[in-house]
């Protein structure tokens, strides 16, 4: 595992543990403030969004992100995309088996599905949906556009070459040593 990033984050926690004063080391709420810092530096930084995303394994930092949609030309750079990417990565899994997430906002769908996909046992979220709006952060559209008919959403859709496409499907159905995930 990365220790250099972890001492970071550790001497980071100890910081606002003492700005703080009385929330425990390895409390939810002190993971949650490192997550509010992440995304505090990330403003600053001009990274983009004011979102931080903490991931936790048995009381250690093994992933953090904050958004980087601009910086990285990215509109998946999601906070919560990025710390799943990196606590993946360290964890050598595409499944974050009882991990907590810890997210400066309420998750927008597409880090939504993205959590799920990656199924970490709990998540934690500080500023909700409507704060966000409220700061020109509003994805209620995305859930609108969920519960329209195809041909009535924003982007049009078009169904083309399925039958090619299901010879991937049919190749998947027929491999011995795929890897189910
Ligand atoms: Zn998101």
Known sequence: MCNSFNKKFLDEAAKALNESGDEP?????NFMNLAIEAAIK???ANDGGPFGCVIIKDGE????GNNKVTSNNDPTAHA????????CKNLNSFQLDDCILYTSCEPCPMCF?????ARPKKVFY???KTDAAEIGFDDEFIYKE???????????FEQINRENAVKAFKAWKEK????EY
């Not at 080391?25 to 709420?29: L, T």
């Not at 930092?61 to 953090?64: A, N, Q």
């Not at 599905?113 to 996909?117: K, P, R």
């Not at 011995?176 to 890897?179: A, G, L, M, S, V």
Request: aromatic content about 6%.
């Open 25 to 29: 080391f390895h409390s939810d709420e």
């Open 42 to 44: 990330g403003v600053l």
């Open 61 to 64: 930092i093994i992933g953090t």
């Open 80 to 87: 919560e995309i990025m710390a799943i990417r990196q606590a």
């Open 113 to 117: 599905g993205a959590i799920y996909w």
């Open 126 to 128: 500080a500023c909700n």
């Open 146 to 156: 969920l519960d329209l008919e195809l041909s009535k959403r924003s982007i049009p």
């Open 176 to 179: 011995d040593d795929k890897i």
